[in-house]
């Protein structure tokens, strides 16, 4: 999978985020809403990407729920992972079924503009009061041919295609394509939490279109208190290495550190780490080490501190069956199992994290702790379904949370 160099497209998320619109307006914004983009990649992968790889001429329609609200609204979009720049028509925002409320977005005091590969662009403000958890539809108009090298794949959401500007029917499909981002107008105390993961964060086997990942969960925990969610997980994500998209050391600055009033951080990471190998998925890989995985860990607890984020780390979840009876089997191993516990031991008791959150406790079967209870698994011993993602929120202990980070 091809990507920018991260430098490249770090400076283009600063440059859409600290233009002159945003330098003009003292106010603070927050991240209310996220979908981290993903590289595109090719037929040899062996999950397809169920987008299509061309676009002629469009209209994307999408509906995004927010977790904190605000007087004040910008959408961001990404060209992360464009070849070229990525020309934008115009973009409509709405409560989600009253397109009375309907507000034209502009771009510089633009309606159009274009966004150069490796780069984000950020909306001009928006007068839009919204309340915590309010859906919002979104129609983005794609005016020229567009090659489609980055999105977000699956995230139990799905967008409508539309032939040009017709308010016509078109068809749907799974993930989400350009837009990555709503920022709201922070209240007093306001700041955002993200979340950091691979499918589990990213909600597979929940049900689709309903916001019912963990991170939704927690964002109904944490919406009186003014406090935003952004979720920052990718399907096939690795803390080390790339998978279906950057690995997390090469995208925390981007998706976590250069959020807009972020102030924690959640993650949970590894499993794949330690599934993939020998997989379908990393067929030629060999097994990772724990000290592959501890110093990873550790450079993210770094880099978060030197910013003044708080960092929690959660267990990673039994998967005893991951997976099995499809064609993605070889999931799971004794070996790979001996592996997780080893990891969960170092994340419970070393002592890197500002907090511990004990996934693993809450989801396990206590008469086969290593496969997850029945009541939480979503059917393929790997995710839980939603009555398992609404406990692992219900297991975040929002005391440290609420505290006013020190920054």
């Known amino acids: 999978m091809a990507a920018h160099p991260g430098s490249i497209a770090a400076l283009g998320l600063a440059l859409s985020l600290g233009g002159n619109a945003l330098a003009a307006d003292s106010r603070p914004w927050l991240s209310s809403w996220y979908a981290a983009p993903q590289p595109a990649w090719d037929s040899s992968f062996v999950l397809p990407m169920n987008v299509p790889a061309q676009l002629e001429?469009?209209?994307?329609?999408?509906?995004?729920?927010?977790?904190a609200g605000g007087n004040r609204i910008r959408l961001v979009?990404?060209?992360?992972y464009g070849h070229e720049a990525l020309r934008l028509g115009s973009v409509r925002v709405a409560p989600e079924g009253d397109a009375g409320r309907a507000h034209a977005l502009t771009f510089s005091g633009k309606s159009e503009a274009m966004i150069p590969a490796g780069a984000a662009l950020t909306s001009d403000p928006v007068a839009l009061k919204v309340l915590p958890l309010q859906r919002l539809a979104v129609t983005s108009h794609l005016p020229s041919p567009t090659r489609v090298t980055g999105f977000h794949w699956g995230g139990q959401q799905t967008f409508e295609l539309a032939p040009g500007t017709a308010g016509s029917a078109g068809i749907r499909a799974g993930g989400r394509l350009f837009l990555s981002a709503v920022l709201v107008e922070a209240a007093p105390g306001g700041r955002t939490?993200?979340?950091?993961?691979d499918s589990i964060t990213d909600g597979n086997g929940s049900t689709p279109d309903m916001d019912r990942r963990w991170p939704d969960?927690?964002?109904?925990?944490?919406?009186?208190?003014?406090?935003?969610?952004?979720?920052?997980?990718?399907?096939?994500?690795?803390?080390l290495k790339d998978g279906m998209g950057q690995s997390a050391l090469a995208r925390f600055e981007q998706d976590v550190l250069s959020q807009p009033g972020v102030s924690d951080v959640i993650v949970l990471l590894g499993i794949n780490d330690i599934g993939w190998p020998g997989s379908p998925f990393a067929p030629k890989?060999?097994?990772?080490?724990?000290?592959?995985?501890?110093?990873?860990?550790?450079?993210l607890v770094a880099a978060a501190h030197a910013r003044g984020v708080r960092i929690a780390a959660g267990t990673l979840p039994p998967f005893e069956g991951a997976l099995e009876g499809t064609p993605f089997a070889g999931h799971y191993s004794a070996q790979k199992e001996e592996m997780?516990?080893?990891?969960?031991?170092?994340?419970?008791?070393?002592?890197?994290?500002?907090?511990?959150?004990?996934?693993?406790?809450?989801?396990?079967?206590?008469?086969?702790?290593?496969?997850?209870?029945?009541?939480?698994?979503s059917g393929d011993h790997l995710h839980p379904g939603d009555a398992g993602y609404r406990a692992m929120a219900?297991?975040?202990?929002l005391a440290p949370i609420l505290k006013e980070a020190a920054r």
């Open 340 to 377: 997780r516990q080893q990891l969960n031991y170092w994340i419970r008791t070393v002592g890197a994290f500002d907090t511990v959150i004990d996934f693993d406790a809450v989801l396990r079967d206590p008469r086969r702790p290593r496969r997850m209870r029945a009541e939480f698994d």
């Open 57 to 67: 001429q469009q209209t994307v329609r999408e509906t995004v729920r927010i977790s």
């Open 285 to 299: 890989e060999g097994p990772v080490t724990l000290d592959q995985l501890t110093a990873g860990f550790r450079q």
């Open 217 to 239: 969960f927690l964002a109904q925990r944490l919406a009186p208190h003014g406090i935003a969610v952004a979720n920052a997980g990718i399907s096939g994500g690795r803390l």
């Open 77 to 80: 979009f990404s060209n992360r």
């Open 193 to 197: 939490v993200v979340a950091l993961g």
């Open 394 to 397: 219900e297991a975040v202990d």
